[in-house]
């Protein structure tokens, strides 16, 4: 059984800083996030390869998010910093999949919320 439990959102005013965790129970390979904002499509955010050797970024995040996992906390971290409002968005974790090719990826969570306003 592969579960997947996501935490960490909440509200912050832009520029601030959040870390999101993902505790899962099995983990399949790649573990990715993504987000999907109010009327917009779901989005690729980063992966991590098998190991925690490779890590991935979409544009709109790289050098403000990193991606990590702690193997021994079974856990996946995304560190979100100089967020923008744009950044607001339900963030999802997943494994079973292949780099931040959504459709890919077979286990989702449920979501964390991430809340970016003044």
């Known amino acids: 059984q592969v579960h997947l439990v996501e935490s960490g959102g909440g509200s912050v005013q832009p520029g601030g800083s959040l870390r999101l965790s993902c505790a899962y129970t099995?983990?399949?390979?790649?573990m990715a996030w993504f987000r999907q904002a109010p009327g917009k499509e779901r989005e690729a955010v980063a992966a991590?390869?098998?190991?925690?050797?490779?890590?991935y970024y979409a544009e709109a995040v790289k050098g403000r998010f990193t991606i990590s996992g702690d193997n021994a906390k079974t856990t996946v971290y995304l560190q979100m910093n100089s967020l923008k409002p744009e950044d607001t968005a339900m963030y999802y974790c997943a494994t079973d999949g292949t780099l931040l090719r959504q459709d890919s990826y077979n286990y989702w969570g449920q979501g964390t919320q991430v809340t970016v306003s003044s």
């Open positions: 991590i390869s098998a190991g925690n050797t490779n890590t």
């Open positions: 099995n983990r399949r390979g790649y």
